[in-house]
């Protein structure tokens, strides 16, 4: 089966830097996009990956590696409005994106 | 650019009662939309895939004639929960994406919580 593997919850402190993990199982790989979830509101896209390495986009960054199954989300300056969950998904063989559950993120000051 | 509206926002119904949620591209033409339902603390379930003029495809067990979509113009698809009961209730998400490539970003609707009594 497919599957998408993120930790449910971390916490962090303001100003400091955090890294939410996703490895993933599925039928093919096709690109792996994260995406910002705050609380009550829809998703918004954060990043889309598809080559192996790091891509940064300001204070967030984004890592793939293809051949262990693997990336991540770095987010550096932590600030309180980050504070929302963080969904890993992967475009599949057939082009079906599969999401994971997603990584709350705790902020304290 | 990219910006999905939905409506309503939120919406409180009586069991029985059918209830209609629209979702807009506002600045793009949308040639497929997509709806997916949230349980709290849950990822998101994709119930079904539109394309603008055809017949929606629908993910295994979601019921089509409980959940009927309707995807009239490339910047509008719509869905309708039928004869709504309290396990319908949900986080309903539209996404839309602009199309032309195999692998599309897809922006998202503010959602629309839906809560059947």
């Known amino acids: 089966g497919q599957n998408i593997d993120q930790p449910t919850e971390m916490t962090a402190t303001e100003g400091a830097i955090v890294q939410i993990n996703c490895t993933y199982q599925?039928?093919?790989?096709?690109?792996l996009f994260w995406y910002q979830q705050h609380a009550g509101e829809a998703p918004t896209f954060l990043s889309y990956n598809v080559l192996d390495g790091l891509e940064e986009k300001g204070r967030f960054s984004s890592f793939l590696s293809r051949s262990k199954g693997y990336s991540y989300l770095l987010l550096k300056e932590l600030q309180m409005k980050d504070s929302a969950s963080y969904l890993c998904?992967?475009?599949?063989?057939?082009?079906?994106?599969?999401w994971g559950a997603g990584t709350k993120l705790i902020i304290k000051p | 650019g990219a910006v999905v509206s939905q409506h309503p926002s939120r919406v409180i119904c009586k069991s029985g009662t059918s209830v209609k949620i629209e979702c807009r591209s506002l600045?793009?033409?949308?040639?497929?939309m997509f709806w997916y339902r949230q349980f709290p603390k849950k990822s998101l379930m994709l119930m079904a895939t539109s394309n603008e003029g055809s017949k929606a495809t629908y993910e295994q067990g979601v019921e089509k004639d409980k959940f009927l979509i309707n995807h009239a113009s490339l910047t509008l698809s719509t869905l309708t929960v039928t004869s709504a009961h309290p396990e319908d209730s949900s986080f309903y998400i539209c996404?839309?994406?602009?199309?032309?490539?195999?692998?599309?970003?897809?922006?998202f609707g503010p959602g629309t919580r839906l809560l059947v009594l």
């Open positions: 996404s839309a994406t602009l199309g032309g490539g195999d692998v599309e970003t897809q922006y």
């Open positions: 599925t039928s093919g790989f096709n690109g």
């Open positions: 998904a992967v475009v599949d063989s057939n082009y079906q994106l599969i």
């Open positions: 600045d793009f033409q949308a040639t497929t």
